[in-house]
C-alpha cells in the first residue's frame, strides 16, 4: 500500500494529515473547484442574479431585509447549490481511503506531557 502521505489520487486528490487528536483529510482541489464553481455562477453573463445580490449585500445605503431570508442567507444557498460537493474515488481509491482511514482513527499514542518542574 502507498505511503500514508500519498493523496488518495483521482480527480480530486485527497490528503490525509493527522493531529494528536484527528484525522484531517484535505481535498484543496475540491476547493478550486467549488471556487470555479462560484466565479462560474457569479460571472454568468445570461443570468446575473448571484452578481446583483452580491452587490446588494456590499451596499451599506440599501433598505433593510424584508421579512423571511436574509439576503447574505439567499446569496450563500444559491452558491452552495451550485458548488460541488462529491468526490469521485474510481476503481480501488474508495477501499484505500477506508483503510487508510480505519489506521489513521485506530489508537495512538499520545504525547507525553512535559514536565515544567525540570524545566
Known amino acids: 500500500m502507498a505511503d500514508d502521505r500519498t493523496p488518495i489520487t483521482g480527480p480530486i486528490p485527497i490528503s490525509i494529515n493527522l493531529t494528536p487528536t484527528a484525522v484531517i483529510l484535505d481535498m484543496h482541489a475540491l476547493t478550486a473547484l467549488v471556487v470555479g464553481d462560484v466565479l462560474d455562477?457569479?460571472?454568468?453573463p445570461a443570468d446575473t442574479t448571484a452578481w446583483d445580490q452580491l452587490h446588494d449585500l456590499a451596499d451599506t445605503t440599501a433598505a433593510p431585509a424584508p421579512e423571511g431570508r436574509l439576503p447574505y442567507e439567499e446569496l450563500v444557498a444559491?452558491?452552495?447549490?451550485r458548488s460541488s460537493s462529491r468526490v469521485p474515488l474510481y476503481g480501488h481509491r474508495a477501499r484505500e481511503l477506508a483503510e487508510r482511514l480505519l489506521r489513521a482513527s485506530g489508537?495512538?499514542?499520545v504525547?507525553?506531557?512535559q514536565d515544567r518542574r525540570t524545566a
Do not use: G, H, T
Open 78 to 81: 444559491a452558491l452552495a447549490e
Open 107 to 109: 489508537p495512538r499514542p
Open 111 to 113: 504525547p507525553a506531557q
Open 41 to 44: 455562477l457569479l460571472l454568468d
